[in-house]
């Protein structure tokens, strides 16, 4: 008789589902952690005081305090209770940890790191889109660009166009975490005021200047062009809208 064979189909692993109210504490409580009003090596309310706190069961709290360590931002220590941890500890790509980071007031500090970060990964991805670009791409890359002509006097139309313009790149690199880093992270800085800025017509003219020479160094197939188009384009955007009377720290 023969041996059945081994099943090697990928089975998924069921996702934990939180509870709308423990999300909602999550978010809370993440906040407030990210923000400094519980302050790294001090212990949260117990679980008593939060149940009260948030109007919520002991179970709600238990499932946040869960989720927040998950996230890094806290341990259960015998005799301290929740504990919050250093900031290297946190999962700094977490959404809710990263939407709390730009409401800090250093978050200068963050914004200017995230365009260190979004410049090394991107110039790196327009130098492998202009060497992996089909036809197809090249194609939707061109006419996102006639697209983002037809938005300059609508900044809002044309910074979301702008993202999609920077996806089909990303896309075309075929570099998979690359563009996940990046995606993760400016989903979240676009919400924030410092990071957008409010552009003039002038300086969407730029941007789409620098649009156009991307686009025409990555069609062309030309890898150190597509790379230095893209450096020149993030730092230079970034100059002329980060602030200068916020606080770096």
Known sequence: MSKPSADTTAVSRPRRRRPPLAAAVVQSLATAIVLGEYPPGTALPSAGDLCEEYEVSRTVIREATTTLAEKGLVATRQGWGTVVLDQEQWSLLDPLVLDALFQRKDRLVFLDNLIEIRTTLECAMSARAAERIDEAQAAALSAKLDELATLIDDPEAYSRADIEFHE?????????FGRAIVSSIQSKAVRSPQ????PTREEIELTQQAHARIAAAVTARDADGAAEAMREHITSAWAR?????????
Not at 168 to 176: C, E, G, L
Not at 241 to 249: G, H
């Open 241 to 249: 809208r980060r602030p200068t009377d916020a606080p770096d720290a």
């Open 195 to 198: 990071y957008s800025g409010d």
């Open 168 to 176: 089909i790149i990303h896309r075309a690199s075929h570099d998979a």
